[in-house]
Nanobody, 124 residues
Framework: QVQLVESGGGLVQAGGSLRLSCAAS????????ISWFRQAPGKEREFVGG????????YYADSVKGRFTISRDNAKNTVYLQMNSLKPEDSAVYSC?????????????????WGQGTQVTVSS
């Protein structure tokens, strides 16, 4: 079992950058594929990207490809979401989710563990 806590959200101007962190408790963090999702008011939860448990592969939604980068430091039990060239449409609550030994998938149902989310607001 793993507990996930996001941090790093905030208010930024369009074109700016933010780095979100997803910190995990427990000694089995390295067994979890971690993905990021976001949800804006009135919209469905959207897959942003994910990184495999060993950090060997990362995948991104087309809407963020080339602007967002996911990395992980298993020694620190943390996954990062570096967001550059932010747009107002990136505004949402961002959550990280864990999938034990799994592959990166956009299916919400495949993730058993979720953080509480952190708000990102991009002003125009």
């Amino acid at each position: 079992q793993v507990q996930l806590v996001e941090s790093g959200g905030g208010l930024v101007q369009a074109g700016g950058s933010l780095r979100l962190s997803c910190a995990a408790s427990g000694r089995t963090f390295s067994r979890y594929t971690i993905s990021w999702f976001r949800q804006a008011p009135g919209k469905e939860r959207e897959f942003v990207g994910g990184i495999t448990w060993n950090g060997g592969n990362s995948y991104y939604a087309d809407s963020v490809k080339g602007r967002f980068t996911i990395s992980r430091d298993n020694a620190k039990n943390t996954v990062y979401l570096q967001m550059n060239s932010l747009k107002p449409e990136d505004s949402a609550v961002y959550s990280c989710a864990g999938n034990l030994w799994g592959s990166v998938t956009s299916s919400v149902a495949e993730y058993a563990y979720w953080g509480q989310g952190t708000q990102v607001t991009v002003s125009s």
